[in-house]
């Protein structure tokens, strides 16, 4: 398991990964890597073993708490510590200040960011796919946390060069942000742009004064020994962002 260097110490950062020691042999091979999500017909029981074994992985760092979410490309944010819902959360976003607790994030092209403060008191998780960045996931996330984060990660997405949208997805950032205009190129037919998710984070971090901003030189696209990814094949698996304080 690779976490991500110069974060506070006690914070521990990182993203699966399609290859695992642990992963479990499947009857379909598009989902044959090590998959995290139940919503993407593959079987519940090997999912589950995959998610034992991230379980395992974690508890040598004393991890005794593990929270995932039903995402749905929305802006809502929850603060979970110590209670124990008996449901999936719905929503994007995570933020705790519980140590010994993974948050976890999954996704397969849209882009995981991590927040935390330099003290190593409290972090924070989301996923943000083009709606979610247009709709406030980060700033929501920064508003629920109790202190004002001083760095951020970016973990794999798709990149700007495979990543094509319409022109009312750029209008949804640049009317609310004009800046933003320079995070897209035209694209390959008329009316369509390359979108660049990583530098429309960046911008949005910054404007909240995050300015310790690491990662963002991956693709899920195009690295497919390493990645999942939604729009190279509409039926595959789904990495997890993981953060926890020790």
Same mark, same amino acid.
């Given at each position: 398991?690779?976490?991500?260097?110069?974060?506070?110490?006690?914070?521990?950062?990182?993203?699966?990964?399609?290859?695992?020691?642990?992963?479990?042999?499947?009857?379909?091979?598009?989902?044959?890597?090590?998959?995290?999500?139940?919503?993407?017909?593959?079987?519940?029981?090997?999912?589950?073993?995959?998610?034992?074994?991230?379980?395992?992985?974690?508890?040598?760092?004393?991890?005794?708490?593990?929270?995932?979410?039903?995402?749905?490309?929305?802006?809502?944010?929850?603060?979970?510590?110590?209670?124990?819902?008996?449901?999936?959360?719905?929503?994007? $976003? !995570?933020?705790?200040?519980?140590?010994?607790?993974? *948050?976890?994030? /999954?996704?397969?092209?849209?882009?995981?960011?991590? #927040? +935390?403060?330099?003290?190593?008191?409290?972090?924070?998780?989301?996923?943000?796919?083009?709606? $979610? !960045?247009?709709?406030?996931?980060?700033?929501?996330? *920064?508003?629920? /946390?109790?202190?004002?984060?001083?760095?951020?990660? #970016? +973990?794999?997405?798709?990149?700007?060069?495979?990543?094509?949208?319409?022109?009312?997805?750029?209008?949804?950032?640049?009317?609310?942000?004009?800046?933003?205009?320079?995070?897209?190129?035209?694209?390959?037919?008329?009316?369509?742009?390359?979108?660049?998710?990583?530098?429309?984070?960046?911008?949005?971090?910054?404007?909240?004064?995050?300015?310790?901003?690491?990662?963002?030189?991956?693709?899920?696209?195009?690295?497919?020994?390493?990645?999942?990814?939604?729009?190279?094949?509409?039926?595959?698996?789904?990495?997890?962002?993981?953060?926890?304080?020790?």
């Amino acid at each position: 398991m690779q976490f991500v260097p110069g974060l506070p110490p006690g914070v521990y950062v990182g993203q699966t990964r399609v290859y695992h020691a642990k992963v479990q042999p499947s009857t379909q091979p598009e989902l044959a890597g090590f998959n995290l999500a139940l919503h993407v017909q593959d079987d519940a029981q090997r999912v589950q073993q995959h998610r034992m074994a991230l379980l395992q992985d974690f508890a040598a760092f004393g991890v005794d708490k593990i929270t995932w979410m039903t995402q749905t490309h929305s802006t809502i944010c929850h603060t979970i510590n110590e209670q124990m819902p008996f449901e999936a959360l719905v929503g994007d $976003g !995570l933020v705790t200040q519980r140590k010994q607790h993974a *948050l976890m994030m /999954m996704t397969a092209d849209c882009l995981p960011v991590v #927040l +935390g403060n330099a003290e190593g008191m409290e972090v924070a998780n989301l996923h943000a796919g083009w709606r $979610g !960045l247009a709709g406030g996931i980060i700033e929501n996330t *920064l508003a629920a /946390m109790q202190t004002p984060p001083t760095w951020a990660w #970016l +973990g794999a997405a798709i990149s700007q060069p495979c990543f094509e949208i319409g022109a009312e997805v750029k209008a949804a950032f640049c009317e609310k942000y004009p800046e933003l205009d320079s995070a897209f190129q035209p694209g390959g037919q008329a009316g369509k742009y390359y979108a660049d998710l990583y530098a429309i984070a960046r911008y949005i971090l910054q404007q909240h004064g995050i300015n310790t901003v690491l990662g963002g030189d991956q693709c899920s696209y195009r690295q497919a020994d390493e990645y999942f990814s939604y729009r190279r094949e509409a039926k595959t698996g789904r990495m997890a962002t993981f953060v926890f304080m020790t």
